[in-house]
């Protein structure tokens, strides 16, 4: 059993609220637009890291953080990226890396709506953790976590704080 912390667009921003809702995950998986490697190492540092690049990342954190990650947690198959849309409306590249590694579970970030969704069609759970960040034209911050237990995912949690200012 795995508890998982799942957020996207930091923009920069790693604080005491973040900190709060993740303190007792196992990993934290990051849907791109980190800020800096810094901040990368910096929630690395706090848990164990998964992450890809996002359109706003730099050159160096785009060398360490593919556009595209796979692997297994338990005996969930896991595809993240950052612009990867939601069922149905699935960018280009995500539809045919779906495809390809056909996951369980499809995290992607970008559009800072936090959005959970079941997939019929590639039979998927698709989450947008929204951003937690402060930069953006969200008005409210979102993260999300939930337990992997074995081929199980449930308990799903979402932390909402508003943005400062």
Not at 120 to 134: K, M, Q, R, S, T
């Amino acid at each position: 059993m795995k508890r998982i912390g799942i957020i996207s667009d930091t923009h920069g921003t790693f604080d005491e609220r973040l900190r709060e809702f993740l303190k007792d995950v196992d990993e934290i998986w990051h849907a791109g637009d980190i800020g800096s490697l810094e901040l990368a190492d910096e929630i690395a540092a706090f848990k164990p890291l998964r992450a890809v690049s996002g359109n706003i990342d730099g050159g160096v954190t785009r060398r360490v953080y593919p556009d595209f990650l796979s692997f297994e947690c338990e005996q969930v198959s896991v595809l993240m990226t950052h612009i990867g849309g939601y069922p149905r409306r699935y960018d280009p590249r995500a539809v045919q890396r779906i495809q390809a590694v056909r996951p369980k579970l499809f995290i992607a970030g970008h559009s800072h709506i936090l959005k959970v969704q079941y997939d019929p069609v590639y039979d998927l759970l698709a989450v947008n953790p929204g951003a937690a960040g402060e930069y953006g034209f969200h008005r409210t911050r979102t993260a999300v976590r939930l337990v992997i237990d074995g081929a199980q995912m449930r308990d799903m949690e979402v932390g909402e704080w508003p943005r400062r200012g």
